[in-house]
């Protein structure tokens, strides 16, 4: 059996007390990276064998790993952060386990995305996830798909492609409302909550750090900062109601 088991994207404390016993349950751990999960492991006492599976795996290592499933064997995959198969090379084993009949369960938790959408307080009811920003081709061409948009987007970019990425939504989407989420769950975590201008500014002063989420307006975003927070005003006054 494959076990898919979400693991902190911080915060080692953030994980479920599933998820502990179904690692010390399984035969062996498939981590993305050994030294990463290696941490969480030795947190929780957790002592089991560790086989590595990554973006650059070859695919040996992918049949390597299909064999000992079909031997009976249970595997945990984990990711270096939150839930695997989710901007993740663990996906690539998820689906071919499922193609060859293996049995797959989900032990859920942590999920920057989720985490980035409720703490943007942009409307969540829906949203679309793209992942990575592609560096080149298709690039520019994803940014404008979202022109028309009416949900909330929800994206990740690397520290050194952060003002790169502000400066082209903005170019092309103009001055939505965005949440840039920093360092979800860890010691210095950061939610800015503005217009993409605003956050243009902000990281401008302040040089980018981290992993970062952003959350991204829909085009009836495009409000006046106080028409922004009378409505996040107006949503947490209904709470109490």
């Known amino acids: 059996m494959l076990s898919i088991v979400a693991t902190p994207i911080g915060n080692l404390e953030d994980i479920t007390l599933r ?33 590595s599976f990554h973006s650059h795996s070859n695919e040996e290592q992918l049949h390597r790993l299909l064999g000992l499933l079909r031997e009976g064997k249970n595997l945990a995959l984990v990711s270096d952060a939150g839930t695997p198969g989710i901007s993740d090379p ?56 979202l022109k028309e948009s009416q949900y909330t987007t929800v994206l990740y970019e690397a520290p050194h492609r952060l003002m790169k990425a ?13 949440a840039v989420c920093r360092e979800m769950t860890k010691i210095f975590e950061e939610v800015f909550r503005g217009t ?24 009836a975003s495009l409000l006046s900062n106080n028409e922004y927070d009378n409505m996040a005003s107006s949503n947490l006054g209904s709470l109490d109601k």
């Not at 689906?95 to 859920?108: E, L, Q, S």
């Not at 502000?166 to 965005?178: H, K, V």
């Not at 401008?204 to 750090?209: D, I, M």
């Open 19 to 51: 998820a502990i016993r179904t690692l010390k349950e399984a035969d062996f751990v498939v981590a993305e990276d050994t030294r990463h999960s290696g941490l969480l492991l030795k947190k929780y006492e957790i002592n089991k064998p560790q086989i």
């Open 196 to 219: 993409v201008s605003q956050a243009i500014a902000h990281f401008e002063k302040n040089k980018p750090r981290g992993e970062f989420t952003l959350v991204l307006g829909s085009q």
């Open 166 to 178: 502000l400066n082209e939504i903005f170019s092309i989407l103009g001055d939505r409302q965005i």
């Open 90 to 145: 663990g996906f690539l084993l998820i689906d071919n386990a499922i193609k060859n009949g293996i049995r797959v369960t989900v032990i859920p938790g942590p999920s920057a995305v989720i985490t980035a959408v409720v703490a943007s307080g942009l409307p969540c009811h829906r949203f679309t996830y793209l992942g990575y920003l592609p560096l080149k081709k298709g690039r520019k061409r994803m940014i404008e798909s």
